[in-house]
């Protein structure tokens, strides 16, 4: 059991960074990755879509034998993960969410802003993080439309992507906020392209590598760590698994094998 993969997804590209945390932190373990790129984005869709789309996901993760499963996406734990729990109460499953804890805990000024998707924006989970960790900031919301199918077209640097970018940050900015949350697991691809336009005492927070930690906690509670190097990722994508290869190495990972999830 302690050399069974784990299972990781997102609605398509963006569970990368995520995936990139786990290599970093756990360089032993065997990773499987599907990117549900057929659906994306999530960001748009009804919460019991996206609830339909975690069961099929932790059931395909349960057959190749997943010891663990780690929802890479934002949007998808608001909407499906406390029934993935109770479906499955005996896997270590692993979500997300802003990173409104520490970012409340690390502003000065006393505003944080927060980019993501607009299902996890209006998710009650969101409100109810606000409401137990953001009484004492503000805290701006912005919502951004758009820029998720921009990132899986491959594109983090066009001119296009910038104007759009721009047009969700400014609101921030102009709200005086020193901490802006990436909410969405797609967004940290863009941190070259929003370091260039906000000042650089301004952090950006997002919760990629909390994930890994956590993950690594809950393998070891339960004596799941790997032992030996058997590192390896295999990719699903439920697009065309030729155009998913060739984006992968502009996403920081070498192109491995990907292969068709048609579930
Ligand atoms: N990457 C996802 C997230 O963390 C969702 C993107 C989308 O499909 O809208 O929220």
Redesign the pocket.
Known sequence: MREAPIGVF???V??LSVLAEIQRLLPNESLLYVADCGH?????KTPEFIRQRCSVMAGFFREQGAKALVLA????TVAGVADLRRDFPDWPIVG?EPAVKPAAAATRSGVVGVL??T??LQSAKFAALLDRFATDVRVITQPCPGL?ELIESGDLHSAELRQLLQGYVEPLLASSCDTIIL????YPFLKPMLKSMIPADISLIDTGAAVARQLQRLLAERDLLAAGPNRSVRFWTSADPAYFKNILPLLGQSAGEVQNFDL
Do not use: F, I, L, Q
């Open positions: 997102d609605s398509g963006g569970g994306v984005p999530y960001g748009e996406c934002n949007t998808a997300m993501a998707t299902g996890t998720v909410g969405c697991t797609h």
